[in-house]
């Protein structure tokens, strides 16, 4: 079988070409399979079990909820209540699904309100394994907060009761964003990294862009858990009056940041026109949508625009160039936010000559992955194969599509092969999953 890989790409030395080409690309483009495990605006006001948040330790002292937080280009900013830190009692949770291996990202908007000095500091919101909604004792990705003698404030991070704390220093009574990266191991003998940034003003909208973190750990293993399940608030004795609002936790960079999720955007050659479709949820604070083409994949121009719905649940949206360009397009969403910041989908790309062969891109790939081939007919399908050629993944080919889109995300790390069955005609690639 490596043989048949190794001969494929030998004789096919152009399509390697597109394909790095297309790996470059990609790099500097977002993933729209993320997932987002949970967000918390504090859309409600007295105690957060009102928001369905658990108490799962303490017996006095509950939190409850003060004015929002507001951060600009963060567009859960501004949106319903905060969160009170000020006591030592009652902590609270809220699960999500369990998560055992990659990245995890925390975002949270911060505004430490202590009225006094020298605060020793503390966790007040971690990450880690809950086994129930009262049982919360397996911690990681801890968050603190400590205020000096003059007056400053610290912010730091660990996996574990004693924080590395941030060389800078922070002001009070002022909202700050920060991002905690956990990248989970497995097996759990491994380090967790861990990486913190805190932005006074602005946000990379992309992780490549952003600075060099505020604390990065890379020795640490979590003492109590491997896996995260639950994000906790916590109240503590030694730690600074908090005010936190905000709470995203997802698998990307851009979902921690931004609420828009696309789900889905691909682009279908029908009838001489290029249809773009794409899938949104949790629409906030979204203005609009620019469609953008470009002939190398470089320098882009608007080909038109759909307006936002603004829906917290599923949107489905469609647009159709109708004067493509001759051979290869590049296509890729600018998602305009009503603050005037955005993010960019991924690109895909469209052939408007038939393809003769089947093209595979980004490859390597790590969650979706965009396939070129002839023509389809009525019953043709793609079908992602192990080495020992058992159909792992199958989908249904529109019919006069040169080019469909597939989350690979459930593969395993390895190779694959690629199989376009086009009504009896059959083609073959190779796929490597990362």
């Given at each position: 079988?490596?043989k048949?890989?190794?001969?494929?790409?030998?004789?096919?030395?152009?399509?390697?070409k597109k394909?790095?080409?297309?790996?470059?690309?990609?790099?500097?483009?977002?993933?729209?399979?993320a997932?987002?495990?949970?967000f918390?605006n504090f859309?409600?006001?007295?105690?957060?079990?009102?928001?369905?948040?658990?108490?799962?330790?303490?017996s006095?002292?509950?939190?409850s909820?003060?004015?929002g937080?507001?951060?600009p280009?963060?567009?859960?900013?501004?949106?319903?209540?905060a969160a009170?830190?000020?006591?030592?009692?009652?902590?609270?949770?809220?699960?999500?699904?369990?998560?055992?291996?990659?990245?995890?990202f925390?975002?949270?908007?911060v505004?430490?309100?202590?009225?006094?000095?020298?605060?020793?500091?503390?966790?007040?919101?971690?990450?880690?394994?809950?086994?129930?909604?009262?049982?919360?004792?397996?911690?990681?990705?801890?968050?603190f907060?400590?205020?000096?003698?003059?007056?400053?404030?610290?912010?730091?991070a660990?996996h574990?009761?004693?924080?590395?704390?941030?060389?800078?220093?922070?002001?009070?009574?002022?909202?700050?964003?920060?991002?905690?990266k956990?990248t989970?191991?497995n097996p759990a003998?491994?380090?967790?990294n861990?990486?913190?940034?805190?932005?006074?003003?602005s946000i990379?909208?992309?992780?490549i862009?952003?600075?060099?973190?505020?604390?990065?750990?890379?020795?640490q293993?979590?003492?109590?858990?491997?896996?995260?399940?639950?994000?906790?608030?916590?109240?503590?004795?030694?730690?600074?009056?908090?005010v936190?609002?905000?709470?995203?936790?997802?698998?990307?960079?851009?979902e921690?940041?931004l609420?828009?999720?696309?789900?889905?955007?691909?682009?279908?050659?029908?009838n001489?026109?290029?249809?773009?479709n794409?899938?949104?949820?949790?629409e906030?604070?979204?203005?609009n949508?620019l469609?953008?083409?470009?002939?190398?994949?470089?320098?882009?121009?608007?080909v038109?625009?759909?307006?936002?719905?603004?829906?917290?649940?599923?949107?489905?949206?469609?647009?159709?160039?109708?004067?493509?360009?001759?051979?290869?397009s590049?296509?890729?969403?600018?998602?305009?936010?009503?603050d005037g910041?955005?993010?960019?989908?991924?690109i895909?790309?469209?052939n408007n000559?038939?393809?003769?062969?089947?093209?595979v891109?980004?490859n390597?790939?790590?969650?979706?992955?965009?396939?070129?081939?002839?023509?389809?007919?009525?019953?043709?399908?793609?079908r992602?194969?192990?080495?020992?050629?058992?159909?792992?993944?199958?989908?249904?080919?529109?019919?006069g599509?040169?080019?469909?889109?597939?989350d690979?995300?459930?593969?395993?790390k390895g190779?694959y092969?690629?199989?376009?069955?086009?009504?009896?005609?059959?083609?073959?690639?190779?796929?490597?999953?990362?």
């Amino acid at each position: 079988m490596n043989k048949i890989f190794f001969n494929y790409f030998v004789q096919n030395k152009t399509i390697m070409k597109k394909i790095f080409t297309l790996i470059f690309i990609y790099l500097f483009t977002q993933n729209v399979n993320a997932q987002l495990l949970l967000f918390e605006n504090f859309d409600f006001t007295g105690d957060l079990v009102l928001g369905s948040w658990d108490v799962h330790s303490g017996s006095s002292d509950p939190i409850s909820t003060t004015s929002g937080l507001t951060f600009p280009g963060y567009n859960f900013s501004g949106i319903g209540n905060a969160a009170n830190v000020i006591g030592a009692g009652f902590d609270y949770s809220k699960g999500f699904t369990l998560q055992s291996s990659g990245a995890v990202f925390l975002s949270v908007m911060v505004n430490v309100t202590e009225s006094g000095n020298n605060i020793t500091g503390s966790y007040f919101l971690h990450l880690g394994d809950r086994v129930s909604s009262t049982t919360f004792t397996s911690f990681c990705t801890r968050l603190f907060a400590k205020v000096d003698g003059s007056g400053n404030v610290n912010f730091g991070a660990s996996h574990s009761s004693t924080a590395t704390y941030a060389t800078g220093n922070f002001a009070k009574n002022t909202t700050y964003l920060i991002v905690l990266k956990t990248t989970l191991s497995n097996p759990a003998a491994d380090p967790d990294n861990l990486k913190m940034w805190v932005f006074p003003t602005s946000i990379p909208i992309a992780e490549i862009q952003a600075p060099t973190p505020d604390v990065e750990i890379t020795t640490q293993t979590a003492t109590s858990t491997n896996t995260i399940n639950a994000v906790g608030i916590r109240q503590s004795t030694n730690m600074p009056d908090v005010v936190v609002d905000g709470i995203r936790v997802s698998t990307t960079w851009d979902e921690a940041l931004l609420p828009l999720n696309l789900s889905q955007f691909s682009a279908s050659l029908i009838n001489n026109s290029v249809k773009i479709n794409w899938n949104t949820y949790n629409e906030v604070n979204v203005n609009n949508f620019l469609i953008e083409r470009s002939a190398d994949g470089r320098n882009f121009a608007s080909v038109g625009s759909e307006n936002a719905r603004n829906t917290v649940g599923n949107n489905s949206y469609s647009f159709t160039d109708i004067k493509p360009l001759s051979g290869v397009s590049y296509y890729r969403l600018k998602m305009m936010d009503k603050d005037g910041s955005y993010k960019y989908s991924q690109i895909v790309v469209i052939n408007n000559k038939a393809a003769l062969s089947v093209e595979v891109f980004p490859n390597p790939v790590v969650n979706s992955v965009t396939i070129s081939h002839p023509k389809g007919l009525s019953g043709a399908v793609i079908r992602i194969l192990s080495p020992m050629g058992n159909t792992l993944q199958s989908i249904p080919v529109q019919v006069g599509s040169v080019q469909t889109g597939m989350d690979v995300s459930n593969l395993q790390k390895g190779n694959y092969i690629v199989v376009f069955d086009n009504n009896g005609e059959r083609r073959t690639s190779k796929i490597i999953k990362q």
